[in-house]
């Protein structure tokens, strides 16, 4: 009988266990017994917890995107200036950060996309992941533009986030999240700066 409180952490340790696999030899080789092994357990485990292979990289990217919305959520939180523009590079810096954006984390994201073509249950994740950004996005541009250039706003900066990211990804090279940052600033700066005409007029 499993112990009181052992599921999170087995959870966990398994989810760590695939973004290792996946980083050391790629989502198509890191096999159940492969994680199995890097998470010290038994074939078994990861079919009791997870079911397949499938279960366990949506798990693994519901992870990831749990911690996105926590990168993004807390910096909104910790601003003491709640304009747009502020609310806007929030989103963008959580989009960036560390927990996204390291060797692990970009290679599970790359293999997930990858995989979102053919599994449903991925495709659903994948389009609850970016009905997130571009929400979020619009409904902080149409604070200062009308409705249909806040969507076109909304659609170019998720488009430069997602380029950014996958550039540096495809690349192999660590991601340069400060050159990253400023592009997708001087975007934001740049679509903000529609605004400033109407508010003199």
Not at 84 to 107: C, H, T, W, Y
Request: proline share 3%; net charge positive; charged share 25%.
């Amino acid at each position: 009988m499993p112990k009181v409180g052992m599921q999170p952490i087995r959870r966990s340790q398994l989810i760590q266990a695939t973004l290792e696999a996946v980083d050391q030899v790629g989502m198509s080789d890191a096999s159940i017994a492969y994680i199995a092994r890097l998470a010290g357990v038994s074939n078994g485990i990861i079919s009791h917890y997870f079911r397949d292979k499938n279960g366990l990289l949506e798990a693994t990217m519901r992870h990831l995107m749990a911690a996105l919305s926590s990168a993004v959520r807390q910096r909104r939180t910790r601003l003491r200036d709640d304009s747009p523009r502020a609310q806007l590079r929030a989103i963008v810096e959580g989009n960036f950060d560390d927990s996204q954006v390291s060797g692990p984390a970009m290679k599970t994201w790359l293999a997930f996309w990858a995989s979102s073509m053919h599994q449903p249950a991925l495709r659903r994740l994948q389009r609850i992941n970016d009905h997130r950004l571009y929400s979020n996005l619009c409904c902080e541009f149409r604070r200062v533009l009308p409705l249909d250039e806040a969507r076109a706003a909304a659609r170019g900066m998720a488009a430069l986030i997602d380029g950014l990211w996958l550039r540096s990804a495809l690349s192999g090279d660590a991601f340069q999240t400060e050159q990253a940052l400023r592009i997708a600033f001087e975007y934001l700066d740049l679509q903000l700066a529609k605004a400033a005409p109407r508010r003199m007029g």
